[in-house]
């Protein structure tokens, strides 16, 4: 997978010398991204330096930051180009040379083909940042769905880059500044998108954006849209399961492609059921009789765990199956995962997922995985809730305010997951709202009644005027005129939450294991295929991907093909409950609400006392403001250190430095 960072001193004027030194802290900070190689390039304006994690031709042939036979053209590269073998076909026939067998090679010749057309061309998870010596030029790409992450910070005359936050942080000039409308953003949602991070200043690509900095200027487009078809599709549910079941087999099949080893992330869901599926069919195909890898993790909580379905498939395809059982000490590897996450992140999701990415990562170096099946499909219960929110807003509003809504409230907190009270009240406080904002209330964490009681005056100032729903709901600018309402919840989850919350979890996670994680659904054809599906056929009444259902209904039982969505969550009210309680106190207190100047300490005290009695269930609010004070006391304040998990046999990083630039074109 890989990871790259670098400073391009863009300004007008010659400035002092770059410092390869910040340059090699850079990388060190991202050193799990890619243990295999290292290499940092010094030239006159630039520092561009690559992590390497060696995943297709495993000679020093693929090393970066990669140039071009002239040395004009410098390509530092993360991810995988699945189409690159059919790229490399069609520039070989233009006239291009290769010398290694790696996807790197190919984009480097695709953008001397194209120029910045050669993005429309890429299938696959990506970003890269190429250096043009001779035009003193850099441009800054990230894959069109926002799988592959880069962030970057724009001084003026400086431009700092990197997969992660942390490079850039790694040049003490940085300043390390809180930007509280992310923050607000953060505590509506658990997460800060794009082009924002909680560091003011700051800022990351949009999911299919690239940025060209060159002559004192920096330009920023937007290169991707969704694939919708021209014109509605009138697909029945039996062909919507064909044309995705041939979708998501080819792209198993070039995903597959690995000169290390692979295997599979199953939950026991139908989305990496059906990847699982897929990787057997290929297999099968293939004639190999070769053993397939699975992985799954477990809870004792009997609501939360999963892994006897996924014990089922595995059976059921033949796999050789690991199973992690994941405890409810997780709060001692909270420091861990917040450096690694590094931007505010409360999907509680990523704490189970951080310990299934190290147990993989023992067996293999990919695993392949469902995400982004539900944003598609219509997995999520959201959509069926904003189904119901007509019904809710029929009935008279004062009926509602004053005799629903209490009783609605004053249910009994429940540890079980999705637990009925727990899914009415955030029901109840999303249905007031009207259109899309009604399902996008339906990630609230911190719900606005709180917000109004929780939000010292400073920081209830600083965002006098911003609307996380509102920005939430207008990701549907770029979407076609004619999408149904379920369309239209697909589009802004596709644009704004997959690639804020679900992707960035996954990236992470894994990568702080040095653990590439692939995702087929998103396969440009699978994209393509799923858009195209009508929203009638994807879901009825309560249940969703209908389509991957009636695909799945021939090899697995009905017990699992028809089992309500679980989604891979941690018992996060009985934690906060029990056994988490003495770590909430130690972080939550009135020193924290004061030292941050940002919240309320009495009613910090009122939630954590409601929690522990059962009289309230704010576990997600709570979640997301532990998280945030282990944030601001690693990554602002600095009174915790970065704990990141390095790999031990990771190889140094060497320093090429170039000669001033003489070449011609």
Same mark, same amino acid.
């Given at each position: 997978?890989?990871?790259?960072?670098?400073?391009?001193? #863009?300004?007008?004027?010659?400035?002092?010398?770059?410092?390869?030194?910040?340059?090699?802290?850079?990388?060190?900070?991202?050193?799990?991204?890619?243990?295999?190689?290292?290499?940092?390039?010094?030239?006159?304006?630039?520092?561009?330096?690559?992590?390497?994690?060696?995943?297709?031709?495993?000679?020093?042939?693929?090393?970066?930051?990669?140039?071009?036979?002239?040395?004009?053209?410098?390509?530092? #590269?993360?991810?995988?180009?699945?189409?690159?073998?059919?790229?490399?076909?069609?520039?070989?026939?233009?006239?291009? %040379?290769?010398?290694?067998?790696?996807?790197?090679?190919?984009?480097?010749?695709?953008?001397?083909?194209?120029?910045?057309?050669?993005?429309?061309?890429?299938?696959?998870?990506? &970003?890269?940042?190429?250096?043009?010596?001779?035009?003193?030029?850099?441009?800054?790409?990230?894959?069109?769905?926002?799988?592959? $992450?880069?962030?970057?910070?724009?001084?003026?005359?400086?431009?700092?880059?990197?997969?992660?936050?942390?490079?850039?942080?790694?040049?003490?000039?940085?300043?390390?500044?809180?930007?509280?409308?992310?923050?607000?953003?953060?505590?509506?949602?658990?997460?800060?998108?794009?082009?924002?991070?909680?560091?003011?200043?700051?800022?990351?690509?949009?999911?299919?954006?690239?940025?060209?900095?060159?002559?004192?200027?920096?330009?920023?487009?937007?290169?991707?849209?969704?694939?919708?078809?021209?014109?509605?599709?009138?697909?029945?549910?039996?062909?919507?399961?064909?044309?995705?079941?041939?979708?998501?087999? !080819?792209?198993?099949?070039?995903?597959?492609?690995?000169?290390?080893?692979?295997?599979?992330?199953?939950?026991?869901?139908?989305?990496?059921?059906?990847?699982?599926?897929?990787?057997?069919?290929?297999?099968?195909?293939?004639?190999?009789? %070769?053993?397939?890898?699975?992985?799954?993790?477990?809870?004792?909580?009997?609501?939360?765990?999963?892994?006897?379905?996924?014990?089922?498939?595995?059976?059921?395809?033949?796999?050789?199956?690991?199973?992690?059982?994941?405890?409810?000490?997780? &709060?001692?590897?909270?420091?861990?995962?917040?450096?690694?996450?590094?931007?505010?992140? !409360?999907?509680?999701?990523?704490?189970?997922?951080?310990?299934?990415?190290?147990?993989?990562?023992?067996?293999?170096?990919?695993?392949?995985?469902?995400?982004?099946?539900?944003?598609?499909?219509?997995?999520?219960?959201? #959509?069926?809730?904003?189904?119901?929110?007509?019904?809710?807003?029929?009935?008279?509003?004062?009926?509602?305010?004053?005799?629903?809504?209490?009783?609605?409230?004053?249910?009994?907190?429940?540890?079980?997951?999705?637990?009925?009270?727990?899914?009415?009240?955030?029901?109840?406080?999303?249905?007031?709202?009207?259109?899309?904002?009604?399902?996008?209330?339906?990630?609230?964490?911190? $719900?606005?009644?709180?917000?109004?009681?929780?939000?010292?005056?400073?920081?209830?100032?600083?965002?006098?005027?911003?609307?996380?729903?509102?920005?939430?709901?207008?990701?549907?600018?770029?979407?076609?005129?004619?999408?149904?309402?379920?369309?239209?919840?697909?589009?802004?989850?596709?644009?704004?939450?997959?690639?804020?919350?679900?992707?960035?979890?996954?990236?992470?996670?894994?990568?702080?294991?040095?653990?590439?994680?692939?995702?087929?659904?998103?396969?440009?054809?699978?994209?393509?295929?799923?858009?195209?599906?009508?929203?009638?056929?994807?879901?009825?009444?309560?249940?969703?991907?209908?389509?991957?259902?009636?695909?799945?209904? %021939?090899?697995?039982?009905?017990?699992?093909?028809?089992?309500?969505?679980?989604?891979?969550?941690?018992?996060?009210?009985?934690?906060?409950?029990?056994?988490?309680?003495?770590?909430?106190?130690?972080?939550?207190?009135?020193?924290?609400?004061?030292?941050?100047?940002?919240?309320?300490?009495?009613?910090?005290?009122?939630?954590?006392?409601?929690?522990?009695?059962?009289?309230?269930?704010?576990?997600? $609010?709570?979640?997301?403001?532990?998280?945030?004070?282990?944030?601001?006391?690693?990554?602002?304040?600095?009174?915790?250190?970065?704990?990141?998990?390095?790999?031990?046999?990771?190889?140094?990083?060497?320093?090429?430095?170039?000669?001033?630039?003489?070449?011609?074109?």
């Amino acid at each position: 997978m890989c990871g790259l960072a670098g400073i391009f001193d #863009y300004g007008a004027q010659r400035a002092d010398a770059l410092d390869e030194r910040v340059g090699l802290a850079m990388l060190e900070a991202i050193v799990h991204r890619g243990p295999d190689d290292g290499c940092l390039v010094v030239d006159e304006r630039m520092l561009l330096g690559h992590r390497r994690l060696a995943i297709l031709d495993l000679s020093p042939l693929g090393a970066q930051p990669m140039s071009d036979p002239s040395g004009r053209y410098w390509l530092a #590269y993360v991810g995988e180009v699945y189409n690159y073998k059919e790229l490399r076909d069609e520039l070989q026939r233009a006239g291009h %040379a290769f010398r290694s067998t790696c996807d790197t090679e190919v984009v480097l010749h695709a953008c001397l083909e194209w120029g910045l057309d050669a993005v429309q061309r890429l299938n696959g998870m990506f &970003a890269f940042a190429l250096w043009d010596r001779r035009e003193e030029s850099l441009w800054l790409v990230r894959d069109g769905i926002g799988i592959k $992450p880069l962030f970057f910070r724009d001084d003026g005359s400086r431009l700092h880059f990197g997969s992660e936050i942390k490079a850039i942080l790694a040049d003490e000039h940085v300043p390390r500044e809180i930007d509280l409308p992310a923050i607000d953003e953060f505590l509506t949602f658990g997460y800060v998108a794009a082009p924002r991070t909680g560091f003011a200043g700051i800022e990351q690509l949009r999911p299919g954006e690239w940025l060209l900095a060159k002559q004192g200027t920096i330009v920023r487009r937007q290169w991707h849209r969704l694939p919708y078809p021209e014109r509605p599709t009138r697909w029945s549910e039996q062909e919507a399961a064909e044309r995705l079941a041939a979708a998501l087999d !080819a792209a198993v099949r070039r995903q597959s492609q690995s000169d290390v080893p692979l295997g599979a992330l199953l939950s026991g869901g139908l989305d990496s059921s059906a990847v699982v599926r897929s990787m057997r069919r290929d297999a099968s195909a293939r004639g190999r009789a %070769a053993h397939i890898e699975t992985f799954s993790a477990g809870f004792a909580e009997a609501s939360f765990d999963e892994s006897p379905y996924a014990a089922q498939v595995a059976k059921r395809f033949g796999t050789l199956h690991h199973a992690e059982r994941i405890e409810p000490d997780a &709060a001692s590897l909270m420091e861990m995962l917040v450096s690694h996450a590094e931007d505010p992140l !409360a999907d509680n999701s990523m704490i189970p997922l951080f310990r299934l990415a190290r147990f993989t990562r023992s067996r293999v170096t990919v695993a392949l995985s469902g995400d982004g099946a539900d944003e598609l499909l219509a997995g999520y219960d959201t #959509y069926r809730a904003s189904e119901l929110v007509a019904y809710w807003q029929a009935v008279p509003e004062g009926v509602r305010r004053r005799l629903i809504g209490p009783l609605v409230k004053a249910l009994p907190a429940s540890d079980a997951k999705y637990g009925a009270a727990n899914v009415l009240r955030r029901f109840a406080a999303g249905a007031e709202e009207p259109g899309l904002r009604a399902h996008c209330s339906w990630r609230r964490y911190v $719900p606005r009644e709180l917000r109004e009681e929780l939000y010292s005056d400073r920081l209830k100032s600083a965002v006098a005027g911003e609307d996380p729903i509102g920005r939430y709901a207008a990701a549907l600018d770029d979407a076609p005129e004619d999408l149904s309402p379920l369309g239209q919840q697909l589009h802004i989850d596709l644009r704004f939450h997959l690639p804020s919350d679900m992707l960035v979890k996954v990236d992470r996670m894994s990568m702080a294991h040095s653990l590439e994680v692939r995702v087929p659904f998103l396969d440009d054809e699978v994209v393509r295929t799923c858009l195209a599906i009508p929203s009638n056929v994807l879901r009825r009444g309560k249940r969703g991907k209908l389509p991957l259902r009636r695909l799945l209904s %021939a090899d697995l039982d009905s017990k699992i093909v028809n089992r309500k969505k679980a989604g891979f969550l941690v018992p996060l009210e009985r934690w906060m409950r029990r056994e988490w309680q003495g770590a909430l106190r130690e972080r939550l207190t009135a020193e924290f609400a004061e030292e941050s100047g940002l919240f309320r300490g009495a009613t910090l005290r009122r939630m954590l006392d409601e929690q522990a009695s059962g009289c309230g269930d704010w576990a997600y $609010p709570l979640f997301a403001l532990f998280t945030l004070s282990v944030w601001n006391a690693i990554w602002i304040d600095r009174s915790r250190p970065v704990q990141l998990v390095r790999p031990a046999d990771a190889v140094a990083t060497r320093v090429e430095r170039l000669d001033p630039w003489k070449g011609g074109s």
